[in-house]
């Protein structure tokens, strides 16, 4: 069984950043790939960036590629979202979740844990 919880959103100018983190409560945090998603409102969920296990592999979606920056400190238990350049169209509110393996990462229903968001808004 694994925890998760958010931190980190709030009200940031478009061009600005926010770090967003998930911390878990659980041993088994570093068996698990960890993934980002958000969620507009009357819109589907949708997949940001996704980490191993053990930080080796990212993969992150095309709208937040070389704007966001996913890692993870297995010792804090920790996975970051870092994002930069943020949008107006980045706002949402942002989940993380925890997968065993980096099979269809981009399915919100092949993730077995989640937590329970954080607001991010980016005002224009």
């Known amino acids: 069984q694994v925890q998760l919880v958010e931190s980190g959103g709030g009200l940031v100018q478009a061009g600005g950043s926010l770090r967003l983190s998930c911390a878990a409560s659980?041993?088994?945090?570093?068996?698990?790939?960890m993934g980002w998603f958000r969620q507009s409102p009357g819109k589907e969920r949708e997949f940001v960036a996704v980490?191993?296990?053990?930080?080796?592999?990212?993969l992150y979606a095309d709208s937040v590629k070389g704007r966001f920056t996913v890692s993870r400190d297995n010792a804090k238990n920790t996975m970051y979202l870092q994002m930069n350049s943020l949008k107006p169209e980045d706002t949402a509110v942002y989940y993380c979740?925890?997968?065993?393996?980096?099979?269809?990462?981009?399915?919100?229903?092949?993730?077995?844990?989640w937590g329970q968001g954080t607001q991010v808004t980016v005002s224009s």
């Open positions: 980490i191993s296990w053990n930080g080796g592999t990212t």
């Open positions: 979740a925890a997968k065993n393996g980096l099979v269809r990462v981009r399915v919100p229903n092949e993730y077995d844990y």
């Open positions: 659980g041993r088994t945090f570093s068996t698990y790939a």
